[in-house]
């Protein structure tokens, strides 16, 4: 099943109740948008500027109007490249967030994809401070078929991290992803750590190609941009990796955080299986919400 279908099986019709594009249509839908966690402003931004099209282009039709919508909530979305700039060898791909959202988890599943278009990856276990986060992702190293660079429970982040450029730069490593304490940091400690990460990916891998994805948990809509809101205040995010997108009807929170924030969703988790976590298409995604 693909990821549009998956989407689409938990999503609710919008126009269920479309017999034209009246006042009444304009504010039922508005309300369905907020339901689905797009947020008040950003669904109030877009039904005005469907209003608009409808009214300028004299869309009619359910269809017509279901259209104009898809690209108006696309264009919500168009704030930046989807894809990891994985131009370099090696990459870097910092994975940050709080506990529980998938950060591991994720890790793993773009381990296999990356595996599987015939990169050479190596898993960073620089979260040394929950207990059995490395043996964690030792086990996801293992079923995406990856190396993996860890120490002991509670050791310095920053040596893990120098250990595994390293060894990236000495076995000819593609791409680094690096596994976080997720920890609802105060701004201060948060921006201490991620700068001593950052530090020694600029002194060890200088002008590579770095990302840093927040993952965020679909499930926790408007509780997601609050936690995007204060990573992007911190840490600069590149990119977003949303799980549990299976598992939720309120998927609208892609679009409240690319229009808030500016950052692009770049991957999304549908499911448990390695293969669930696919490069985010905006589009698509429109396609399965409306």
């Known amino acids: 099943m693909g990821f549009f279908d998956k989407l689409k099986k938990i999503t609710t019709n919008l126009f269920s109740g479309f017999t034209e594009a ?13 339901l689905a966690d797009l947020g008040l402003d950003t669904a109030m931004d877009a039904v005005e500027k469907l209003r608009v099209r409808v009214r300028k282009e004299k869309l009619q039709d359910q269809e017509s109007v279901k259209a104009a919508l898809r690209d108006v909530l696309a264009e919500e979305m168009a704030v ?49 401070f929950r207990a059995a986060a490395a043996d964690q992702l030792q086990i996801w190293a293992e079923r995406a078929g990856c190396e993996l660079v860890r120490q002991h429970e509670g050791a310095d982040p920053g040596a893990v991290l120098f250990d595994a450029l390293q060894a990236a730069k000495a076995r000819n490593v593609d791409v680094v992803l690096c596994d976080t304490a997720g920890r609802l940091h105060n701004k201060a400690n948060l ?97 399965a919400i409306i």
């Open 22 to 34: 009246d006042e009444a249509f304009f504010e039922e839908l508005e309300e369905s948008l907020i």
């Open 80 to 128: 930046g490249e989807t894809a990891l700039n994985l131009s370099t060898k090696p990459s870097v791909v910092l994975f940050i967030g709080v506990n529980g959202v998938g950060k591991t988890t994720s890790i793993g599943k773009l381990a296999h994809r990356l595996k599987g278009e015939g990169k050479r990856v190596l898993l960073c276990a620089a979260d040394t």
């Open 191 to 287: 921006m201490a750590e991620l700068h001593k990460l950052s530090k020694i990916i600029d002194r060890e891998c200088p002008g590579c190609a770095r990302e840093t994805l927040l993952v965020l948990d679909a499930t926790t809509g408007q509780n997601g941009l609050i936690q995007a809101r204060t990573f992007q205040e911190t840490a600069g995010l590149t990119g977003i990796v949303l799980t549990k997108l299976d598992g939720t009807a309120k998927g609208g929170i892609v679009v409240a955080i690319a229009k808030e924030l500016g950052v692009p969703v770049k991957l999304a988790g549908v499911g448990e299986s390695l293969e669930d976590l696919r490069p985010f298409d905006a589009r698509e995604y429109v396609e």
